[in-house]
């Protein structure tokens, strides 16, 4: 799925300002450079003038400033570093850390989204690359988790 969208949702489905976004992006790592003009640009549709591509370092910075803002900072355990590529399986495994959803909270999330979800399903999108069970996160299958966690947070 496309960061723009990713991030784009996310905002939405939590309600957050330009200023927000580039506080929480921040938190991850403080010497990060993004700014709201950025983030406004990021936001934009495609074919809009003044549309900018987010990159993977400025979602990775995104989601994991969004653990530190749901849950808080782990003092006892030191920073992990920013991934460098950003697939949605880690987009969808950085969620359910930020949100603290368990398995159940997982199928419930699809479910309300229209999408049901089997366990074995699940728990191969969460597997390591390598694992002979993984299987890759789709862009539909993403796009209906987002839509489901809108659902959860936002309310009907």
Excluded: W
Excluded at 112 to 136: C, I, M, T, W, Y
Aim: aromatic share 8%; net charge positive.
């Amino acid at each position: 799925m496309i960061n723009n969208d990713v991030l784009r949702s996310v905002r939405y489905m939590l309600d957050l300002g330009d200023g927000k976004v580039v506080e929480i992006a921040r938190l991850a790592d403080p010497a990060f450079a993004v700014d709201k003009d950025q983030v406004r640009a990021f936001l934009l549709k495609e074919d809009d003038p003044g549309y900018l591509a987010c990159s993977d370092g400025v979602l990775a910075h995104f989601l994991d400033g969004l653990i530190i803002h749901r849950r808080g900072m782990d003092e006892g355990v030191p920073p992990r570093p920013v991934e460098k590529r950003i697939s949605n399986n880690v987009v969808l495994k950085k969620l359910r850390v930020a949100f603290e959803l368990k398995d159940v909270d997982m199928h419930q999330v699809f479910a309300d989204a229209g999408f049901p979800v089997s366990k074995p399903e699940l728990s191969a999108l969460f597997r390591q690359p390598g694992h002979k069970n993984f299987r890759p996160c789709g862009d539909q299958l993403l796009r209906n988790f987002l839509k489901g966690l809108t659902l959860r947070v936002r309310g009907a």
